[in-house]
C-alpha cells in the first residue's frame, strides 16, 4: 500500500502564486508517473500536468507556461504562477505505482486552491 500526502494549497489573489508537495510513502515500490490533476465544482477532473521517472513532462494546454512540475524521488512538486481564477479547484495527486510486481494507481485526498481577490 502507498500513500500520497499533499500539501501546500490555499487561497490566493489572481497573479500570484503557489506550491504544491506530494509525497509518497509504503514499503518497496518505485512510481514510473507521477502528477496533478484537478476538479472545479460541476466539472469533471482533468490533467493538470505530470512527470516520468525519466523526467518528460505533459502539461494541459491551460497551464503551459505558468504552472511547472518537478519531482524529486517520491516527491512531486507543482510550482503555479500567474494564477487566474479559472486555476480554482480541488488539487490531487496521482501515482503509476509498481510494487511486488503489480501495477496500481494512487490518488491523494486532494488540496484546495482558490484564487480570488
Known amino acids: 500500500q502507498v500513500q500520497l500526502v499533499e500539501s501546500g494549497g490555499g487561497l490566493v489573489q489572481p497573479g500570484g502564486s503557489l506550491r504544491l508537495s506530494c509525497a509518497a510513502s509504503?514499503?518497496?515500490?518505485?512510481?514510473?508517473?507521477m502528477g496533478w490533476y484537478r476538479q472545479a465544482p460541476g466539472k469533471q477532473r482533468e490533467l493538470v500536468a505530470t512527470?516520468?521517472?525519466?523526467?518528460n513532462r505533459n502539461f494541459a494546454d491551460s497551464v503551459k507556461g505558468r504552472f511547472t512540475i518537478s519531482r524529486a524521488g517520491a516527491t512531486v512538486y507543482l510550482q503555479m504562477s500567474s494564477l487566474k481564477p479559472e486555476d480554482t479547484a480541488l488539487y490531487y495527486c496521482?501515482?503509476?505505482?509498481?510494487?511486488?510486481?503489480?501495477?496500481?494507481?494512487?490518488w491523494g485526498q486532494g488540496t484546495q486552491v482558490t484564487v480570488s481577490s
Open positions: 512527470v516520468t521517472s525519466g523526467g
Open positions: 496521482n501515482a503509476d505505482v509498481s510494487s511486488a510486481g503489480s501495477r496500481k494507481t494512487y
Open positions: 509504503g514499503r518497496s515500490f518505485s512510481i514510473e508517473t
